[in-house]
């Protein structure tokens, strides 16, 4: 049964035993390699489309052929983009779950109590700007394709889709601002999780061993 | 940057650990910064969307866009320096407290030096700590020039990319534009280059604090082989930074061809592949660390239950 207790600067739960991961560090254990091969399959194919899209401007191709394979190149980058930052963020997420995990079983090896930091604000902002980049970059991503296959070889369609795509660019540029934001957040609060193993480390000699 | 090279140094072994690093504060203000600056691009993007403004304030959203990517990446880099200094406090720590925690335990008699298996992968077993891998040697002193070029790259980028703005003359704008382009991913990718060496300046200093505390007790010391997430992280790290040159080259020839639309139309998902394989890199970097710290914390365990 673990209790809170705030100390110093440091708001800590007390048990007798390792808390173990959290939610979203599970997560993160789990879901960083689907999200790594994703990105990769999404990068790989996003090459393909622009290759195919040089490829039509070359030989002349169609005006709607072309403002097709824009928008389609560039949602199915993006999405990869998404599954990278992604990936990112949960490889971030698990290695503080090791600091979580492995540091309460240090100091249960030790017959000490242990102690371990409540998740601190920047991990919260991490994960929730985490999540809403994640979602502007998809929705941009998707409205991409969706657009795609709304475009004639007429004038006021061939301007529409040029219109979209200015938006839906602005818009996915910022979900990557915002992403790279959450995952500075997140190795922002390893630094937290490591000045608080690190003073606690000193703290354990000097406590009597528990049973 | 002097002042950012001295701070990777290692700091005192009696350093005050609950002192704060007044770095994270400033990452994450340099980080809002780049949040601001790819906000006001959007506002460029919609007015022109909206015909508010001409067509040829793209080239300076574009500019101003991967200006404020690569401030947000900066902060990335100067929190990853805080994390460095960190280490070595954490390390220190368990230095000083291991000695008192760790089982009484006789002697160990004959041991078996050379390779090990552990729950984390194999690893090996030696007298004395073992040194830095070639790559983690190489990424302490790489970061650096990596961290500084970038933003150079960056900033000349972003001054081409106002220049290609007021451009009249077709060729000259296409030139501009190339060259806009190829510059500033080339810096974004030195910067992703830089992360990825700070990175790998992390696992240079959980290998050697690792070996330093299991020394200083004197005991056998473990050590990680090096995973194969870390070969795969070496391999991405490097093709996308040769991708993030090969494209600058080849905006370069693009400057001055006669379809340049046919050019940009491949460059663009090029330049963008190259991020994306370096990112993929940093998440093979990650997980490798992850995997250094479970291993680290259960060799802290047994020395703590054992005492060998």
Do not use: C
């Amino acid at each position: 049964m673990a209790t809170a207790t705030a100390r110093a600067d440091f708001k800590i739960e007390t048990s007798t035993r390792s808390l173990g991961y959290n939610l979203p560090q599970r997560m993160g254990r789990l879901l960083w390699f689907p999200m790594f091969l994703m990105a990769l399959m999404f990068f790989g194919a996003g090459m393909v489309l622009g290759i195919v899209r040089a490829d039509e401007i070359s030989d002349g191709g169609a005006a709607d052929t072309i403002a097709t394979l824009q928008h389609v190149q560039a949602g199915v980058m993006f999405l990869g983009f998404a599954s990278v930052f992604a990936a990112i963020s949960f490889a971030i997420a698990r290695i503080l779950g090791q600091f979580r995990a492995g540091g309460g079983e240090a100091q249960a090896a030790a017959r000490r109590s242990v102690e371990t930091l409540k998740m601190p604000g920047t991990a919260k902002l991490f994960i929730g700007l985490m999540a809403v980049a994640l979602m502007t970059i998809v929705v941009a991503s998707v409205l991409h394709l969706v657009f795609a296959f709304d475009i004639d070889n007429t004038p006021a369609s061939l301007a529409d889709a040029e219109e979209r795509f200015i938006v839906l660019e602005g818009v996915r540029r910022t979900g990557v601002a915002v992403f790279l934001f959450a995952i500075l957040l997140g190795l922002a609060t390893i630094i937290r999780v490591l000045r608080f193993q690190a003073v606690r480390m000193r703290e354990l000699p000097d406590e009597e061993p528990t049973l | 940057m002097t002042a950012l090279a001295e701070l990777v140094k290692r700091p005192p072994p009696d350093a005050d650990p609950t002192q704060k690093l007044r770095v994270r504060n400033v990452a994450i203000a340099v980080g809002l910064a780049g949040v601001a600056l790819v906000a006001a691009a959007l506002v460029g993007n919609l007015l022109v969307a909206s015909d508010d403004a001409g067509v040829d304030n793209l080239f300076w959203t574009f500019g101003v866009s991967i200006t404020g990517f690569a401030t947000l990446k900066l902060g990335i880099a100067l929190v990853l320096t805080g994390i460095v200094v960190r280490l070595w406090m954490r390390v220190d720590a368990v230095r000083a407290a291991l000695p008192h925690l760790k089982a009484d335990s006789d002697p160990e008699g004959n041991v078996q030096y050379g390779n090990i298996e552990t729950p984390f992968g194999p690893g090996t077993l030696t007298e004395k700590a073992p040194g830095l891998l070639p790559p983690q040697a190489m990424a302490r002193i790489m970061w650096k020039p990596m961290i500084l070029m970038g933003p150079m790259l960056v900033l000349v980028g972003l001054a081409l990319s106002f220049a290609t703005t007021g451009a009249d003359d077709p060729d000259t704008s296409q030139a501009l534009w190339a060259w806009t382009q190829g510059t500033q991913f080339l810096g974004e990718a030195m910067l992703l280059a830089g992360i990825s060496f700070l990175l790998g300046t992390i696992l240079a200093g959980l290998r050697e604090g690792g070996g330093e505390v299991q020394e200083s007790l004197g005991l056998a010391v473990k050590t990680l082989r090096m995973p194969t997430s870390a070969k795969f992280f070496l391999v991405l790290m490097f093709t996308g930074l040769m991708l993030g040159i090969a494209q600058f080259v080849l905006y370069g020839i693009a400057a001055y061809v006669d379809d340049p639309a046919t050019w940009f139309a491949w460059l663009g998902p090029l330049r963008e592949l190259s991020l994306g394989i370096l990112l993929s890199g940093i998440v093979l970097a990650l997980f490798t660390i992850g995997t250094v710290l479970g291993f680290q914390h259960w060799r802290i365990r047994q020395i703590i239950e054992t005492g060998r």
